[in-house]
């Protein structure tokens, strides 16, 4: 099986989600994966393009990513940002199995003298990690064991909605009660809570434009993880990092709470947990409410 | 609240239900709504919905455009797929819903200008088809003006701790926004795909 990817890091991995995309590449490379970014990558249109300019001109930014992937080989296509990896994947999909969307996105693509065929498979980091490395070898790689951290694992919604399946058939998880990251959590050492929100909604986008409509859904979240004595919370999708963070303070104001919990992503727990460096390979520098149970931990 | 059976003052449109079945991605699977309503039950915004995704079918199906159209439930929508996963009848709920928020502005049903997802969504557009990503400081600054003057400088200011967080963190960088290289490519192929897209909408 190959061992290399290529990689699509996407736009937040420059802005919001950069401590994801630092801890992703450090923890595949300790596991022996090459990952080869797509070279001249653009955004995927995230949740909100196809308002903006409707199914096509949204799909066609997906298909010139997988274009230039196709260009650089035939190596599978990795992302580990939720929303990059749906719409890629959706796209994909569409581009292999519609004829018609096949023939529009070939003809847009052909104004810049490029096409696909939709012969590569998109996958999720999460996935590559629980199928491609497996369980067993994510604790072969653990050397500083998190034991004593209580951690309340947070999917959200798009890491496993609508494509908790894989391309090649077969599935690495169940979309309503997903049990990889209470794995992933596990593998560390340290101790998953049972956290009955781990899909539930932290408001996506609308959290962006209009919190006050969506306060009450991370206020939920936050006093699940506080009442069940979770030291942080760990996700692997940027916006429920971003959001279930930054929004604690006005939470705090609407519902006279005082949540300070840190959230976290899980490839930055593995990171520590694998011995790597706190700051250059966990970005744990890189939270806004600092991680200090973990940072303690680190080498 | 907004009731679905028929009401004198209300305007039909029987041929809405045709149109949006051959023109809104996924439409062509809304007929096979069995009107459950697991969508609407599963949906974390429904709460903040006039209407929510169940009864905009059914409605859609009554020839009710003009009430469907007018609906806030399109952009409440967070795209979570809880109601495109859930529905026992393989209904692109989420999809369907979107390309109707769309239509709803397009067709002037909606003003744009209160509509925050729309302006959001332009001012997102703007970066992808201008940058070739997304740039989180100029989309957010671009959506809170889009709002008017004191608008955004009042969102600005709400968000100014967040916005300081994220500068210390180096999660918001100061200078240049990040571009795709090759920007004219970009912009010939979605312009052409504008271009297949009003093709295909003309012919419906
Ligand atoms: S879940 Fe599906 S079948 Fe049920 S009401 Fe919603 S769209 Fe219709
Ligand atoms: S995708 Fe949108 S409509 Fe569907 S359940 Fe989620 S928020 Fe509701």
């Known amino acids: 099986m190959g061992k290399k990817f290529t990689f699509y890091p996407g736009c937040s991995s420059q802005g919001s989600g950069q401590h994801l995309d630092t801890s992703t590449r450090a923890v595949m490379a300790k596991l022996g994966y090459e990952l080869e970014d797509i070279a001249d990558w653009n955004c995927c249109g995230a949740s909100v393009g196809e308002l903006a300019a409707g199914h096509l001109p949204t799909a066609a930014l997906s298909a010139r990513n997988l274009a230039q992937a196709k260009e650089q080989g035939d190596q599978d296509v990795m992302t580990a940002c939720a929303a990059c990896y749906l719409n890629t994947h959706a796209v994909n999909e569409e581009i292999r199995d519609n004829e018609q969307t096949k023939n529009d996105l070939n003809e847009a693509l052909g104004a810049a003298g490029k096409s696909y065929d939709g012969s590569l498979h998109v996958r999720h980091a999460c996935e590559v990690l629980v199928n491609d490395v497996g369980m067993d070898a994510i604790k072969g790689a653990v050397s500083n064991s998190l034991s004593g951290l209580k951690v309340a694992g947070y999917v959200g919604c798009q890491t496993v909605r609508p494509f908790a399946g894989t391309e090649r058939g077969g599935s690495y998880d169940e979309y309503d009660q997903p049990h990889f990251l209470d794995d992933f959590i596990n593998a560390t050492g340290a101790e998953a809570i049972d956290f009955e929100n781990r899909t539930s909604c932290c408001g996506g986008s609308v959290s962006v434009m209009k919190p006050d409509q969506t306060l009450h859904l991370m206020h939920k979240i936050l006093s699940e993880a506080q009442a069940k004595g979770a030291d942080m919370i760990a996700t692997p999708c940027p916006l429920c990092q971003t959001n279930v963070e930054m929004y604690q303070d006005k939470i705090n104001k609407k519902y006279g709470t005082s949540f300070n919990i840190p959230v976290v992503f899980h490839t930055q727990l593995l990171a520590v947990a694998f011995g790597l460096d706190a700051t250059k390979d966990a970005a744990l520098n890189q939270n806004i409410i600092p991680a200090d149970k973990l940072k303690a931990k680190a080498k | ?204």
């Not at chain 2, 609240?1 to 949006?20: C, E, G, H």
């Not at chain 2, 009864?55 to 003009?66: C, D, T, Y």
């Open chain 2, 1 to 204: 609240m907004n009731a679905i059976s028929p009401n004198p003052t209300q305007k039909y449109d029987l041929s809405f239900a045709r149109w949006v079945r051959d023109n809104i991605d996924g439409g062509e699977r809304m007929n096979m709504c069995m009107q459950c309503g697991v969508c609407s039950g599963s949906c974390p915004l429904s709460d903040q919905m006039d209407l929510g995704p169940r009864k905009i079918f059914q409605m859609v199906r009554a020839g009710m455009k003009e009430a469907v159209l007018k609906s806030n439930s399109f952009y409440q929508c967070v795209s979570c797929y809880n109601c495109v996963v859930r529905c026992p009848r393989q209904v692109p709920v989420k999809y369907i819903l979107h390309g109707l928020g769309r239509l709803a502005v397009q067709e002037g049903y909606q003003p744009k200008s209160n509509v925050e997802n729309a302006r959001f969504a332009d001012a997102f557009w703007w970066s992808v088809t201008t940058f070739g990503k997304t740039d989180e400081r100029l989309v957010t600054a671009k959506y809170y003006f889009s709002g008017g003057l004191m608008n955004g400088i009042k969102l600005g200011l709400g968000n100014l701790k967040t916005a300081l967080g994220m500068i210390k963190t180096k999660r918001m960088h100061l200078g240049a926004p990040h571009k795709a290289k090759n920007r004219g490519e970009l912009k010939a192929i979605l312009a052409k795909a504008v271009e297949i897209q009003a093709r295909h909408e003309g012919e419906a």
